[in-house]
């Protein structure tokens, strides 16, 4: 059994700042990628900053510059600090991972999403 918890959502006004944090438990015997994705209403989820074990990170066009993805591979976490946000960023946000369970099998997991609402 794994579980995949978010938090750190809320009403920003445009400008601000925002950290989410997403940390996995559970029957984990290793950690493959660690992301996030957002999903606006109306449009499809999509993808925001992704970090493999080991490998440099990856960001959408739309968040280079003002998101900063880390993990902290001890605690099964990954961050995601955004700055200068915009109201174009308002969306559901999903941790994602992808976990290597103790039985030996490979599996993605999605948070179950946290809001982030950027509204003078």
């Known amino acids: 059994q794994v579980q995949v918890v978010e938090s750190g959502g809320g009403l920003v006004q445009p400008g601000g700042s925002l950290r989410l944090s997403c940390a996995a438990s559970?029957?984990?015997?290793?950690?493959?990628?660690m992301g996030w994705y957002r999903q606006a209403p109306g449009r499809q989820r999509e993808l925001v900053a992704t970090?493999?074990?080991?490998?440099?990170?990856i960001y959408a066009e739309s968040v280079k510059d003002r998101f900063t993805i880390s993990r902290d591979n001890a605690k099964n976490a990954v961050y995601l600090q955004m700055n200068s946000l915009k109201p174009e960023d308002t969306a559901v946000y999903y941790c994602?991972?992808?976990?290597?369970?103790?039985?030996?099998?490979?599996?993605?997991?999605w948070g179950q999403g946290t809001q982030v609402t950027v509204s003078s």
């Open positions: 970090m493999p074990g080991g490998g440099a990170p």
């Open positions: 559970g029957s984990i015997s290793g950690i493959y990628v």
């Open positions: 994602n991972t992808e976990i290597i369970t103790t039985q030996g099998n490979k599996y993605i997991y």
